[in-house]
């Protein structure tokens, strides 16, 4: 069994309770954990007066925007994150997409969005070597370009780790309970459900990156929900997202 973990930045700055950390640390099988931080990165660009720059609704990163990413994702919140986990019983390793070359990303739009990257390949063996020495790698998104570094969304990565390690589960977890439609936390989304909430404008931004995330792990036979801190206990919580035929052989 393994499960692939996107730890949220808004999970992580709401500070994940002990029950919640106990939870992750007690899952069955092999877990990688990949964690985002923007909240977290935004805190200290205006701590070290760096502007924060936004393009239809994604984070510009350049400069000494992309040098403060790094260094938070993969430093500060790694370390606090892998330590975390290993205080509550699951021995980790923190380290970046950069390490091993484990996340090669390209480019999206580098004139508009600076080094902002998107997948290009996984390269699983760092992560399958830690876990069989009995360590849990915890995953900064930061990943490897052809000419430096690429900040690179967190559920897009986790989703393409899972999909090359051809991961039992896929949990993106966040501090939202699930996909809502309004007030109501729906049970599921399908292909045929998620162009209707897009069209509704239901799923917009973080959210509908997720879902696009979920589906695309879901079409390889990973079962994947969307939803808040529960999720590490409680394997029915939350948005089970994917095909039809899929969500019937989780169900069953």
Known sequence: MLTVIKAG?????GSPVQDELDAL????????????????????QERCGIETEWSE?????????????SMVLSGWLNKKLATAVS????????????????????????ARLGSVG????????PLEALLAGGFTPVLSPISKGASGPLNVNADEAAAQVAIAMSADRLLLVSDVA????????LDRVTHDDAGTLNASGVLEGGMAVKVDQGLAASDREIEVRI???ELLADPAAGTAIGTARTLAAVAS
């Open 87 to 110: 205080d509550a019983g699951r021995p980790s390793v923190g380290l970046s997409g950069e390490d091993g070359g484990i996340i090669r990303a390209r480019p999206i739009d580098p």
């Open 9 to 13: 930045g808004a999970w992580l700055d």
């Open 178 to 185: 699930g996909v809502r439609d309004g007030s109501d936390v």
């Open 118 to 125: 998107s997948v290009d390949r996984i390269d699983p063996a």
């Open 25 to 44: 640390a007690g899952l069955p099988g092999d877990v990688v954990v990949v964690h985002g931080g923007g909240k977290e990165i935004s805190r200290w």
């Open 227 to 229: 939803g808040g801190g």
């Open 57 to 69: 609704g994604l984070r510009v990163t350049r400069g000494d925007s992309l040098a403060l990413s």
